[in-house]
């Protein structure tokens, strides 16, 4: 049995940090386990330009401290200037950009209410090489939730991919094995995210014993098979399947509410609840090209030169860290993370 493994050290593919308070408190345990990683811009006022992004790169920076490098992206809005953004591209400001149908998930009210509208932005995106990250459920009242990312499939994603094929596209955080499908058949330029709740999680989980909150995250979590896909597709070694943990923290009482908020808080214990996943599967030699190696790959950045190690240890995740509560609170996972430290 294997009871260690050294990794290149990963990167976090997808995460929120948010800003101000909120920043200060959870940058930390990303910047403990992570390199680098794909900051999201869904702040309460959208990240939308490459100044915005700029700035909100240095609050991350003092928040993460040294040794952490954020890798900004920009929210395309319907009025998206496409000349900024590519500018913001070459001068290394933005790695990409983030598309969230309008009203999708947190903060998404300004996102793109027609695809047809950002047409122009996305084909200069293509002719730059900056990849574009989707949120990838239409928001039609009428679609049941859990359709809505293999329906955005069909009505978005194709035709797009079809219409642009140099666009450099991430098919963020799925969780169909409609989604693993589409990606493994879309070829290079298309790769995926995978969290680690929609590894660990069917939708069962969301009612199990009682409505629980802190399971409730956009995309929603999908029927097992669907859970069971995703695993094939994390361990599968394509590398058009990388780790982005959608870590997305909410204040407990903005959950444990009448109308709660989308998103759970991954990061203190992200890599262990990923090893825990790759070893139920038997596939733990699939983790080093998951989490260090298919990323960097895809958006042409060297793999990290520290390692992390990980080792068979018991370690208890506490109920609540501040005013939140971590992915698999109150549980004891079966793999620590070594080195480096948590804050
Ligand atoms: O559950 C989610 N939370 N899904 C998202 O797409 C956004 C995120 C957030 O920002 O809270
Ligand atoms: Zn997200």
Redesign the pocket.
Known sequence: MTDTLTLPQPDDWHV?LRDGAMLAAVAPFTAAQFARAIV?P?LREPVTTTALAAAYRDRVRAAAGPGFTPLMTAYLTDTTDAADLVAGHRDGVLTAVKLYPAN????SAAGVTDIARVMPVLAAMADAGMPLLV?GEVTDAEVDIFDREAVFIDRVLSPLAERLPELRIVFE?ITTADAAAFVADAGPNVAATITPHHLHHSRNALFAGGIRPHLY???VLKRERHRLALIAAATSGSPQFFLGT?S?P?AAYTKEAACG????WNAPFALESYVAVFDAAGALDKLEGFASRHGPAFYGLPVNPDTVKLERAPTPVPDRIGDLVPFHAGETLAWRLVSPLLP
Request: net charge negative; proline share 5%; hydrophobic share 30%.
């Open positions: 929120h999201m869904n999708a998930t947190t903060n949120h955080h995250c956009l995309p959608d997305a909410h908020c989308a998103g759970i």
